[in-house]
């Protein structure tokens, strides 16, 4: 299973960014899907997560009411929709698939995408 993300970029803080994720491969079956995001001298920290169903999403408390996860499951892919964005959302954005424990747990998850920088200047 390999995992494509993109849509990263340079924005001005209060700015709008949509991150994607594709999922390809011998996947088989719909299967549960996140982000996670990484700063520089910060441990991984989860964002957002959306089940196998697309019937349940999960958010972190700093990206609630800003950020929207969405998925299409017949491309098995996501999309991050992020509003109203902060300096402090500025990181690596990672997507991940198929967890095996809690959605917000990114050491439960078997697959990974490569990373998309997000910048949010001020």
């Known amino acids: 299973v390999q995992l494509q993300a993109s849509g990263g970029g340079l924005v001005q803080a209060g700015g709008s960014l949509r991150l994607s994720c594709a999922a390809s491969g011998r996947i088989g079956r719909t299967i549960g899907m996140g982000w996670f995001r990484q700063a520089p001298g910060k441990e991984r920290e989860f964002v957002a997560a959306v089940s196998y169903s697309g019937g349940s999403t999960f958010y972190a408390d700093s990206v609630r009411g800003r950020f929207t996860l969405s998925r299409d499951n017949a491309e098995n892919t996501v999309y991050l929709q992020m509003n109203s964005l902060k300096r402090e959302d500025t990181a690596v954005y990672y997507c991940?698939?198929?967890?095996?424990?809690?959605?917000?747990?990114?050491?439960?998850?078997?697959?990974w995408g490569q990373g998309t920088q997000v910048t949010v200047s001020s």
């Open positions: 991940a698939a198929a967890p095996k424990g809690d959605y917000n747990d990114y050491v439960g998850y078997e697959y």
